[in-house]
């Protein structure tokens, strides 16, 4: 199986920072590699898909990139409405895995 | 418009069976890889199944010889039959869309809890 290791697991800032989150597999995958944004009981929802691909309506604030065995989610100024949590996601094989999740707070 | 819808989900017993659904529009179930994925309360994102294109079915192993996958080419909808529940599976169920060449596609999940 394909561990994803993500970091940090939670991180603390404020309105207008910039945001990174890292993500790294225990093999290469290509860039068959997704990101997510949860909020509290609320279905996951889809930032970044192959790696870099911005989803359609996603704020351009929001970017991805990485190959191989080494992602990053970068949210680029941050706002109120992007406190939540996010995950990284493999589809390059089975059995799908995902990080453990980077919780953003409001500092 | 493409969507997922899941349905199914309640409360049951320990060693009861339940069974999810999941309909598709939008695209063609058959022609794309299908997943469950659940999520305990409180907790991260755990794959449990993938149903493929060619028909093969995978599962993970904390759910193998005990749910079965599915996929109803007809209604354009997936499925998954949970027998032997136990106290942790209880999780909010979502279907996925998890081609590795076509963008994911979610729905918005349905919660089981299996408590006395």
């Known amino acids: 199986d394909i561990q994803m290791t993500q970091s940090p697991s939670a991180l603390s800032a404020s309105v207008g920072d910039r945001v990174i989150i890292t993500c790294r597999a225990s093999q290469s995958i290509s860039n068959y590699l997704n990101w997510y944004q949860q909020k509290p009981g609320k279905a996951p929802k889809l930032l970044i898909y192959?790696?870099?691909s911005l989803q359609s309506g996603v704020p351009s604030r929001f970017s991805g990139s990485g190959s191989g065995t080494d992602f990053t989610l970068t949210i680029s100024i941050l706002q109120r409405e992007d406190f939540a949590t996010y995950y990284c996601?493999?589809?390059?094989?089975?059995?799908?895995?995902f990080g453990g999740g980077t919780k953003v707070e409001i500092k | 418009e493409v969507r997922l819808v899941e349905s199914g989900g309640g409360l049951i017993q320990p060693g009861g069976s339940l069974r999810l659904s999941c309909a598709a529009s939008g695209f063609t179930v058959s022609t794309n890889y299908m997943s469950w994925v659940r999520q305990a309360p409180g907790k991260g994102l755990e794959w449990v199944s993938t149903f493929y294109s060619d028909g093969s079915t995978y599962y993970a192993d904390s759910v193998k010889g005990r749910f079965t996958i599915s996929r109803d080419n007809s209604k354009n909808t997936l499925s998954l039959q949970m027998n032997s529940l136990r106290a942790e599976d209880t999780a909010v169920y979502y279907c996925a869309r998890t081609t590795m060449t076509t963008v994911p596609i979610w729905g918005q999940g349905t919660l089981v809890t299996v408590s006395a």
């Open positions: 996601q493999q589809s390059y094989s089975t059995p799908l895995t």
């Open positions: 192959a790696a870099s």
